[in-house]
């Protein structure tokens, strides 16, 4: 990705001075930028202040982290309540079938906890 080249305040300043009427042409030309580049930044930005730009960057990041918590724990939860696909693939196929019925019924009605399987679940078949 390109880096960025203006950053969210001096978009908010270049918007200002569209607003006090200053030519799109020129100020397009001034800051090396094109005018659809500016039209874009009044869609993202316009009615925007300094400071409203601050709580925007500051919301967008909390947003991030957030995002990073949810991630992080919808991916731990295979791994914590369900059993390796490697040792499941190892065995015979009526083995597995009785190992789900197990699985199955000693989880129905629970809270999600790894569920107990039996020993032969983690032999190779022969």
């Known amino acids: 990705m ?3 080249k203006f950053t969210d305040e001096q978009k908010v300043q270049v918007l200002s001075e569209l ?3 200053a030519p799109l042409k020129e100020l397009s030309r001034k800051h090396g930028v094109s005018e659809g ?3 874009y930044w009044k869609k993202k930005l316009g009615g925007l202040g300094q ?3 601050k709580k925007l960057r500051a919301l967008e990041e909390e947003n991030r982290k957030l995002k990073r ?3 992080d724990l919808t991916l731990d939860n295979p791994a914590r309540y369900r059993a390796p696909l490697w040792n499941f693939m190892s065995v015979t196929t009526s083995d597995r079938a009785g190992m789900l019925r197990q699985i ?3 989880s129905a009605g629970k809270s999600p906890t790894p569920a107990k399987l039996p020993r032969s679940f983690g032999k190779l078949s022969s």
Do not use: N
Request: hydrophobic share 40%.
């Open 2 to 4: 390109k880096a960025k």
């Open 19 to 21: 607003d006090r009427g």
């Open 37 to 39: 580049t500016i039209y």
């Open 51 to 53: 400071s409203d730009v």
């Open 69 to 71: 918590v949810v991630a």
């Open 104 to 106: 199955v019924s000693s």
